[in-house]
Structure formats: C-alpha cells, structure tokens
C-alpha cells in the first residue's frame, strides 16, 4: 500500500470551532468533547486540533512542532535549525499514554527566531523564510515532518479518534482564545501521524470535511508559487490557496472567500452595486485556477479569528451558533450543544457565504 | 493509359430498379461523375471524377445510388500498400508534389481515444446539469501577477483586455477563399448566437461581416492579406498566425484562379494574382520579432485586444511557447499535427509536426514549472472531434479548444478531402457562385449553434458527474483522467496516471 504523499486520499470528516471574541481563554478540554457526538464522522485513522494564544510566554517565537522517525532524525534536522534560527526552547510536546493512541513519533516542539543575518542574506520577509524553511524540511528531510508552524498557535494531531488525541495530547493543559477541531474518514490511508489533520502553515491552520473536485486544478495552479502539495489531500491545498491569497496577494478575508468558493455568474450578473460586482467579475478572472468545487466545509484559523465557509452549492453540513462571546462552528448541531448547551441563533450559512469573526483589537 | 491508368478508387452503385432517371445527381456533380444517356434512357456514371462526396447519394430522392470503395486493388503487400504505390504512379505521371486537403487520415496514435474521464462515486455527489448551475464561461487573456490597490484600499479592478466566451471552444482560422461567403456568414453568424468567435483566416474580413466583429478574431499571417487599421480594430482579438499544424514550416498559395470578385478585393490583391503566403513572417526570424509585431500591432490597437499567436505542434513546442509567453502575447494557439487544411503537400501534412494531445500537455506543465501558466492563455487545435475531447483538453490544461473540421461537418462537409479542387459541392470550400449558393447560411448557423448547443450539454454532464460546477475547476485537473493502453513514457508526458492506478 502507498503511503501518504504518494497517492491522493479522499476523505469525509467532523469539524468543530470555538472563539472568543473578548479573547477569554478557553481550555482545550471543551473542544476536544465537543468531538464525541460526531464520533461516526471519523474512522479513528486521523484526529487533530489547534488552539489559539496557547503559548502567550513565546508570543513572538514561531512554534515549530515536529514529527521525527527517529533520535538521527531528530539530531540532524535540529543541526539544520540550529543554521537558520536561533532556538531559544526545545522540548518533547506532553503526551498521555493512552491504549487508543499508539505507535506515537518522537513528537517535539522548537520555539524560534529565524536568524537575522541569515534573512539578510536571502532577501527574503520572516514569514516567507517560514514557510521556505517548512517546505524544505518536509519535502526534503526524509523522517522530519513539521506540523505547525505559527506564532501563539500550535496544532496537535494524531492517528485514532479526536476525542482521544485530546486527551493523548493533554489539551486540558492548554488555555486558548480559540480552538479548532478535525476528525478524519479516510477511505484509503495506511494511517500516517503527519495525514492528520488540522493542516498548518505559519499561523493559518485548516480543518476541513469535504472532497473536492477541483484538487488537480488547484494543486497545479498552486505549485507555480512555490508550494509543493506533498501530502496530496483536500486541506493542505486549501492551506496554501489560502496562504498565498492572503498573505502573498494580501487579499482581505472576504475577497478570499469570493475566489475560492465565488459566487456564480449568473449571480455577479444581478448585482446592482456596480463595484462590488466588477470585483466580483475581476477576482473571478485573475484567480479563476483557485475557484473550489465540490464539497467542503472549512474553518481557517489565524492569529485573532477564524473564517468558516462552506462549497458553494453548500454540500457538507456545517452550523454556526452562538452564546455571549462566544461564536461556535461545527459539522454538527449537537457538537455545539455538547460545548454550549444554551447556545443560540443556530443558523446554517448559506454556500458561499463566509463567516468571519475577529478577536476584539488588543485582546489576544 | 497504359502505365500511366490508375484504377478509379470509388465506385458509383446505382439500383436501376430504383433511378427514375431526375438528373439530380447529375445537376449536383460539379465533378460531372453523372449524365444521362439519351440513346438508352439511363443515368451513367463515369467514376474515375468521384471524390466519395457522398452529395449524389444524399440528395437522391429515391436512395438509388451509394458509393463504394472499389474492390479492384493491387497484390496485397503490407509494406506497399496501395496508396503508397498509386501516390508514385501520380508523381511519375506528374513530376509534382501531392497535394492533399483536411486532416491527416492516416491511422497514427489518437491520444484522446486513449484517455477515459473520471467521475464522483460515494465520497463526493455528481450533480444534475438541469438541477445546479453549472459553468462553463471562460475568459482568455492575460491575467496579472499582483493585486493592486489604491490609496483607499480598493482593489484595482483593470485587467488587460480579455476574450469572454460562453464555453470553451471557439471556431478556428478558415480564410474567405478557402471557403466560401456562405461559409463564413454561417460561421460568423452562429459565432454570434453562441457567444463565442470564429477565426478569419489570413484572407481577410469582407466588409459584410465587420458587424460580427465582437466573435470575430483578425488574423495576420505571413502574407498579410487584407491587413489595415481598420481590419485589427474590427476583431475582439488579433491572431498572428506563425504556423498550421497540416502544415508546419510551410506557407500557403491559394491559385490566382481563386482570386476573383470579392476575394480579390477582401485580401486586397489584383485579381488573377496568386495569393502566396510565405513559409516565415519575413519580419519574424526570431522570438524578439514576434515581440516586435506583438507590441506593434498592440500599438494599433491601442492595447484594447489581446495578442494571440498560433503556431504549429512541432517537436519543440514547450520551449517555443515559453518563448511566446515571454513576448508579449496574450493567447497562445497550438494547432496539432491533425489539423485540417484545405490544401496542403501531402507528405508534409502526413509527416510532419506531432499529436496536439502531447504539445498541450508538455507546454501546459513548461509554463507551469516556469511559474508563467498564469500569464497567457492556452488554445489548442488540430483534431477536436467531440465534446470528450475538448474535456480531455481543458483537464489536460487547455483554457479553450479551437474546431474548424467538426464546425465544416455541420455545414455539410462530409470529408472528401478534396477541397483543393474547389469543387465543393456542399458549398464550403468552392467559389462557384451555382455551388456556394447550396449552403444556406440560415441553415448553417442554425446547425452550427445546434452543434455547440449539444456539446455544452454533453460538457455540463460530464462536469457534473466529476461534481465539477465550473470549467475553471475542470482546468488542468489531470487527476480527472487516466491513460488506457499507454506507454510509461505516454502516460509521463501527458501527466496523467494509468486506469487502475
């Protein structure tokens, strides 16, 4: 059997968010239950989470996890690092020994600081250094694999069910402003720690149920810029799409959204606001290559919010709800009644149709 | 006779029994293969004129007559089969190069054949054509690197100009005087109703047809007839025409016999004078000309129209369309080796160039690997039969599929490849007013837009069984196709993966 990387995996999946917007910290311990009801949704071969404002002591340090094979593995990449940052903490990540969760890698987390001079010398802005030095290591470092990548974030993942790999990964312990949660139906994966998801890149995590159709168009568009689609699944092209949208093209959240999941044309043509539909018609044409079809419910998660969108034709389920400061996203109804019963205006987003929410300035 | 007899290829059946003597076929052969005998009262044939046109047999009110290949052949021999022998007859005769029309027939490898589509089982839903929209507009032209905004933060909307298109197929380059009048009112026509365009050819654009201009595409090619200001700002994009798959490397000569009336006065040439269209651009010997014309006759046009340049599927064609990439164009259009003509030398149009299957695939994955796929649009001809090939295309990485035989079917061509003779009983490829006037342009663009309205349907079926609701998403998606029958090194160049892997 191929292993991860070599062949595409389809999969279907339970998603789950939770956000403060005053920035109150929450345990990982009400996302990781939030996953039991919807237990059916995953297969036990992938779980993950990631939780935002987890580590505000190294606020300004990139958060390296890590996946390695082996202690060779483990000594040669940290040389490799050792080059281009200064590490300023190194530690295995805590774990539990639980019997639902085995056959575990060396699980490992850096806190670092690209070196200065070394950025000088490549010309190159912090956050893409990042995500050249992430791609070089996972697709050149046979055995290492980086996981996440963010400032004051950090994804966990594993294989077995996602309400195990909370507890595996002790998320209790963890206190963030918001969390997002995968858990994950492949058809056909051996079952591999680094398939899990969330997918990560700098601060940008995806969790993501759905098969897209358009992975091939996407995937190849994508590459030109530098991204390499190792893992060949849904959510680590939606990862880069989204990377490079926001990041490299600087686009806002919402024009985002009009490129990956647009509005039809016949929509944009009975727009009355002239300019709002010759953006449409504009994004539409230079991005047309990073249109998503197919079904997908997503949560992005960045530094200070999360953007849940569905397909356009809206093809997976996924609800959002409410309850004071909190704003919940989930596969299903009865994931955010097990973290808010009381919660409200429980509403299915239409197709489309972006949900953005923003951690109040200064609180996170 | 004697040496120089070669045995007529056709044979005309005619049930006596049937034949009522009208003297339809003989008014509709204008290869005058047909006469009546007055002596006995019969209808006789004289099949060494027959091109198999099949117009006799269409247009016979009692189904009296077929055509048929004839049985009278040379000693089998497998290595001089009995074309190749008769060809060296004519040459021996004639002394002249073969002359040939439309695609190559010879039996070489057809890629789309060997390419099956995928579709959504269980872990994601096909979807109904008539029950979701489903997409299938395109637009080709250049599309910038970088986002830009103004000083109130508003996105920059300006593109540089693009060509909209309802789905991806255009009609492609077929000169007046190749073709007839009636051809192009059909072609021009329908290109309308449709909202797509068709291709003027190198001959010019009679005056008639400029109110087609927003589906029309200008050409300019190396013999520059009918070319003026006026002419570049009539079209909704500029085609310079570098090559021809039927015939890389090769100009065109359309005989000054063809060069009358209105043709004359279209691609501004005397009448009588042989319209030669040279092998090269005499201004283009090397990549930084074309980028002159390029910028030159977006000069003209004040940069409103995108820059397309078409050139033939040769063995080098990924580092050639890189190069075009790079010059300024806007469009890229690759004609593959069987592309149809109507008129070409046989040996070149049989014999030179390579599948256009292959050409798209290696130039999509050169301007991707060279980061530039983004920046011009990819157009490929030169044999799209049906609507599965033009998916096959677009998920092999084409934005748009030029057709020109499957367009001249639908007038009525049924593939005599002949054309050369400009005796086209169908009306297409002839000037003889009494022929030209059989094709009605009314019943032409009518069954043009008929054609084009079944493969958008046939399109949108397969795109919703992939559960694929836009042919953006359809683009360059390989992994919606896999390779039957197929080498390794195939399979590598087309980028695609066996069936069963």
Known sequence: MKSEGQVRIPSGCAIAAVISKEGNKMSGEMITNAMKPMHDRSNGLGGGFAGYGIYPDYKDLYALHMFFDERATRKNCEAFLKERFEIVKSEIIPTRKIPSVTDEPIIWRYFVSPLKSVLAALQLDEKEFMVRTVTKINTEMKGAYVFSSGKNMGTFKAVGFPEDVGVFYRLEEYEGYSWTAHGRYPTNTPGWWGGAHPFTLLDYSVVHNGEISSYDSNRRFIEMFGYKCTLQTDTEVITYIMDYLLRVQKLTLGETASVIAAPFWSTIGTKKDEEDKKKHIFLRTVFSNLLITGPFSIVLGFNGGIMALNDRLKLRSMVVGEKNDKIFVASEEAAIRTMEPDAENIWAPAGGEPVIIHVKKGAY | ?501
Not at chain 2, 355 to 382: T, Y
Not at chain 2, 478 to 486: A, D, K, Q, S
């Open chain 2, 1 to 501: 006779m004697g040496v120089e007899f070669i045995y007529p290829e056709f044979e005309v059946i005619r049930n006596e029994n049937r034949c009522i003597a009208c003297r339809v076929c003989e008014r509709q052969c204008a290869n005058e293969v047909h006469f009546f005998n007055t002596e006995h009262s019969v209808m006789v044939s004289d099949e060494s004129k027959c091109v198999n046109c099949q117009r006799c047999v269409s247009l016979c009110p009692t189904r009296a007559l077929k055509i048929v290949k004839s049985d009278c052949t040379l000693r089998e021999n497998s290595n001089w089969e009995n074309d190749t022998i008769k060809e060296i007859y004519k040459q021996a005769n004639s002394g002249g190069v073969l002359l040939s029309s439309m695609g190559n027939p010879r039996p070489m490898p057809v890629y789309w054949d060997k390419i099956l589509i995928n579709a959504s089982q269980v872990t994601n839903p096909p979807l109904d054509p008539p029950r979701e929209p489903m997409e299938t507009r395109v637009f080709l032209g250049r599309k910038p690197e970088k986002i830009e905004r103004d000083e109130t933060d508003k996105l920059k909307c300006e593109i540089p100009p693009q060509i909209e298109l309802s789905m991806p197929v255009m009609f492609s380059a077929m000169s007046y005087g190749s073709i007839s009048y009636n051809a192009h009112a059909s072609l021009a026509r329908a290109a309308t109703e449709i909202g797509i365009l068709y291709n003027t050819g190198e001959g010019g654009l009679h005056e008639d047809f400029y109110r087609y201009g927003k589906n029309t595409v200008v050409q300019v090619a190396s013999g520059r007839f009918g070319v003026y200001k006026d002419y570049l700002e009539a079209g909704a994009a500029i085609e310079i025409k570098m090559g021809q798959g039927a015939k890389p490397g090769i100009g065109g000569h359309l005989p000054g016999a063809k060069i009358i009336g209105d043709v004359s006065k279209t691609r501004m040439i005397p009448e009588g004078s042989d319209a030669i269209s040279p092998a090269p651009h005499h201004d283009i010997y090397s990549i930084e000309d074309l980028r002159q014309l390029v910028f030159s006759l977006k000069e003209a046009t004040e940069y409103k129209k995108p820059i397309m340049v078409k050139v033939a599927a040769v063995h080098n064609i990924a580092a050639i369309a890189s190069g075009i990439a790079r010059s300024g164009a806007d469009i890229i259009a690759i004609d593959g080796f069987r592309g149809g003509t109507g008129a070409a030398p046989t040996r070149i149009r049989d014999n030179v160039g390579i599948p256009i299957e292959l050409a798209l695939a290696a130039v999509d994955q050169r301007l991707r690997d060279e980061g530039i796929r983004n920046n011009i649009s990819l157009v490929i001809g030169g044999s799209v039969r049906s609507s599965a090939d033009v998916v096959k295309a677009i998920a092999l990485g084409a934005d748009a599929c030029y057709i020109a035989t499957a367009a001249l079917l639908a007038l009525g061509c049924h593939l005599c490849r002949t054309c050369q003779s400009g005796k086209c009983n169908w009306g297409i490829a002839t000037q003889n007013p009494e022929l030209v006037k059989r094709l009605n342009p009314d019943i032409g663009s009518k069954r043009l837009v008929n054609l084009m309205n079944a493969w958008r349907h046939e399109i949108k079926e397969f795109m919703g069984g992939m559960g694929i609701n836009s042919i953006e998403a359809l683009r360059g998606n390989r992994l919606m196709l896999r390779g039957i029958g197929m080498t390794e090194k195939e399979l590598e160049i087309l980028g695609i993966s066996h069936a069963g892997e």
